[in-house]
Nanobody, 128 residues
Framework: QVRVEESGGGSVQTGGPLRLSCAASGRPLGSYAIGWFRQAPGKERDFVAAISRSGANTYYADAVKSRFTISRDNAKNTLYLQMNNLKPEDTAVYYC?????????????????????WGQGTQVTVSS
């Protein structure tokens, strides 16, 4: 059974950093393209970032580009989302999702329907 689990959420002040981690079990992490999504209260779930199976390719939402970095260590079966210069509008529950799709990497993976497994989410709160 595949399981995806996020960790590392918490509270931080505006401008501060936070690093989220995502672990996947059931198959080697390298089997999946991984995406991060977030959902703020009363809003729809939004795409944040995605990374290809090898880690060679990444894709970001415009709102986080240059502030967030997605990376992965397949040997440790762990993936990271480094978030810098956080803003109050980044406050949301952040979800890690794993995709078995083999479609060419790119904006295709900004759509949540491309993902097969989801974590329970981790709360990130940015205070001003």
């Amino acid at each position: 059974q595949v399981r995806v689990e996020e960790s590392g959420g918490g509270s931080v002040q505006t401008g501060g950093p936070l690093r989220l981690s995502c672990a996947a079990s059931g198959r080697p992490l390298g089997s999946y393209a991984i995406g991060w999504f977030r959902q703020a209260p009363g809003k729809e779930r939004d795409f944040v970032a995605a990374i290809s199976r090898s880690g060679a390719n990444t894709y970001y939402a415009d709102a986080v580009k240059s502030r967030f970095t997605i990376s992965r260590d397949n040997a440790k079966n762990t993936l990271y989302l480094q978030m810098n210069n956080l803003k109050p509008e980044d406050t949301a529950v952040y979800y890690c999702a794993a995709s078995l799709n083999t479609y060419r990497f790119g904006s295709y993976y900004s759509d949540g329907s491309r993902y097969d497994y989801w974590g329970q989410g981790t709360q990130v709160t940015v205070s001003s």
